[in-house]
């Protein structure tokens, strides 16, 4: 599949206010934190082999700066369980 930008910004503003990182009891949503777009890229890149293959392969791509940029994360290491679920069900629409 391509990447159509405008399915890529649906992904996107989907992503935005539903997915968050979950440091201890704080919720940080990606479109706050400014990884929506990058995540909702790296979604559509892999949308041909399904939606759940694309969100956990999305989400060990997706690489997080900590602390300046000293250390770096998957973002998959950031979310809880539950969030890769909801990442699944936004792009199961759009991997048929």
Known sequence: ???VPG???EIEIAIADRI???VANWHLYLG???LANQLAIECKANLDQGSEVAARKALES???KLGGGNTQLPLARLIP???IFD???ILDPYSR
Request: glycine share 14%; proline share 5%.
């Open 20 to 22: 968050y990182i979950q």
């Open 7 to 9: 399915e890529i910004r």
């Open 62 to 64: 997706v690489q997080v």
């Open 87 to 89: 990442l699944e069900e």
């Open 81 to 83: 369980p539950g969030q």
């Open 1 to 3: 599949m391509g990447l």
């Open 32 to 34: 706050d934190a400014g």
